[in-house]
């Protein structure tokens, strides 16, 4: 139960974030997930983002940091196997599922909605 | 939400954007905040909830059972988006839809739903990535450099 206590407020800090630099830094939801994703990659490097992710559960792995985090990841485990090439190749391994759902699902909601508004 | 170069601003025009400023609804920064905290807390909680799902009752451990986690978030996020309710959450939430991975399926999806008009290939299949991609393009360069960093760290020391 304290597992989702956690996850709800690391990933609404998180989301706070990103409000604060779209209030205040005026930035565009665009720049403003943008520049979450490359925190969650530099995160990744430096090695901080794994224990958040044993510490708060989804609170970590939803938001759009995880992202970065999982690219890193998927080139990381690559580049033990295979060497300096596997950085270029494992690059999607582990984010395949998000970018894969979304285009294909996206697609096929084209095909059955229409705008709205 | 596309950022063009802009040309030097004119005198008349600097003191056109004070003038204008003084009369700018002011945004309340602090109830933004907690909507965004509350609604991308919301989301995240659901996640875990969705997460435990597939530990219980397939075969995943914590740590696989995020990739399915994020499908399974995009599908409802998508749905939404169809069925105009997401962008309803999203006025009320702003950050707090945007962060979470939904939101990125919602620029994908409502990018997609809105060029359906002008056709599959020209309208969906070119603008799909149009509000979702710089996420892609950054995410894979930083992560990139990142590793590419971190392997020849492993390699040459450290």
């Known amino acids: 139960m304290m597992m989702y206590l ?3 407020i690391v990933g609404g ?8 630099l779209m209030d205040k830094a005026k930035l565009t939801p665009g720049h403003t997930t943008t520049i979450l994703v490359i925190t969650g990659a530099v995160l990744d490097g430096l090695g901080w983002y794994e224990p958040l992710i044993d510490f708060a559960g989804a609170g970590a792995t939803v938001p759009i940091t995880s992202f970065g985090n999982s690219l890193v990841h998927g080139a990381m485990a690559e580049a033990e196997q295979h060497g300096i090439i596997g950085v270029v190749t494992g690059i999607f391994e582990v984010t395949s599922a998000g970018i894969s759902a979304a285009i294909i699902f996206s697609f096929f909601a084209a095909l059955c909605f229409r705008p709205k508004g | 939400m596309k950022m063009k170069q802009k040309p030097p601003l004119t005198d008349a025009q600097r003191t056109y954007q004070k003038f204008a400023a003084k009369d700018e609804p002011q945004s309340p920064v602090l109830l933004n905040c907690l909507k965004a905290f509350l609604i991308g807390g919301s989301i995240c909680a659901f996640g ?14 914590e740590q696989t059972a995020s990739n399915p986690t994020i499908a399974v978030l995009i599908f409802i996020a998508v749905l939404l988006t169809g069925f105009g309710v997401y962008d309803k959450i ?31 290939v020209q309208g969906v299949g070119t603008n799909m990535f ?15 450099v990142v590793a590419l960093i971190k392997t020849l760290w492993g390699y040459w020391g450290g």
């Not at chain 2, 999203?90 to 739903?113: D, K, L, Y």
């Not at chain 2, 149009?130 to 990139?144: C, D, E, H, Q, R």
């Open chain 1, 13 to 20: 800090i998180i989301c706070v974030a990103g409000q604060l």
């Open chain 2, 90 to 120: 999203a006025q009320f939430a702003g950050a707090g839809t945007a962060v979470p991975v939904t939101g990125f399926a919602n620029a994908m999806s409502s990018s997609a739903i809105e060029h359906r008009t002008e056709g599959l």
């Open chain 2, 48 to 61: 875990q909830l969705v997460q435990d799902f597939f530990v219980y009752n397939f075969d995943f451990n």
């Open chain 1, 6 to 8: 956690w996850a709800f």
């Open chain 2, 130 to 144: 149009k509000l979702a991609g710089p996420v892609i393009v950054f995410g894979t360069t930083a992560a990139f």
